[in-house]
């Protein structure tokens, strides 16, 4: 079985500073793919970036990235110069494992508020 | 390119009534996922389509709970009887085949049910 735990169910951050949300992920599988999402008040799921098991650079996608420590089974996000718009849930999901089908599991998420 | 398209946007019922959601993926995604998402949880994953296929229905509560996704392109949610726990964000996701490793889903605006 897979799981994902974020355990801070909500974050603040100053403008234009950088931010890490936490996430630790479980499974017994060699290959996995771990993702983040961003989800405004407004409910649509928006993604934001991938990380696959294999992968032996820490994935990034503009301001944000991924701290990949695969011994510890953690896969914090980094937002760097946090931005108003950045106010959102946020939700790590974890794919696995590859070859078959591939179960999604998401943790509980993460209220992310940016204060000017 | 056009999303993911739900219908209704909105919906509130009495229980032991019935319920349909709808749902258009992307155009050429052959996955299809149905998550339920309860007010300060993360989604949790209903069924996933593969073309016209299912794949994983294991959190489905099939007593009440029905999908299918006729020609492996739209795809119907119907809930028969509805009960208050019900009540929930239905989110719509569509991904294509991995690149690279990496699918990446693709959410629609979800349907918010509530039963009274």
């Known amino acids: 079985a897979q799981k994902i735990t974020q355990t801070q169910p909500g974050m603040f951050v100053q403008e234009k500073e950088a931010v890490t949300l936490d996430c630790t992920y479980d499974t017994s599988d060699p290959s996995y793919g771990l993702f983040w999402y961003k989800q405004p008040s407004s409910g649509e799921m928006i993604f934001l970036i991938y990380q696959g098991s294999y992968d032996q650079q820490n994935a990034t996608e503009g301001r944000y990235s991924l701290n990949f420590q695969k011994a510890r089974k953690s896969a914090n996000l980094v937002i760097s110069a946090s931005q108003l718009g950045d106010s959102a849930m946020y939700f790590c999901a974890m794919r696995g494992p590859r070859g078959g089908y591939q179960k999604v599991t998401f943790g509980t998420g993460t209220k992310l508020q940016v204060i000017p | 390119e056009a999303g993911v398209a739900q219908s209704p946007r909105y919906k509130i019922i009495e229980k032991r009534q019935s319920v349909a959601f709808w749902c258009n993926p992307i155009?050429?995604?052959?996955?299809l996922y149905w998550y339920q998402q309860i007010l300060g949880q993360g989604p949790k994953l209903l069924i996933q389509f593969q073309n016209n296929g299912v794949v994983d229905d294991s959190q489905l509560p099939k007593d009440r709970f029905s999908a299918e996704r006729l020609k492996g392109v739209d795809s119907t949610l119907k809930i028969q009887p509805a009960k208050l726990e019900d009540s929930a964000v239905y989110l719509c996701?569509?991904?294509?085949?991995?690149?690279?490793?990496?699918?990446?889903?693709?959410f629609g605006p979800g349907t918010r049910l509530l039963v009274l």
């Open positions: 155009s050429g995604h052959a996955t």
């Open positions: 996701a569509s991904s294509r085949p991995p690149q690279g490793g990496k699918e990446t889903q693709y």
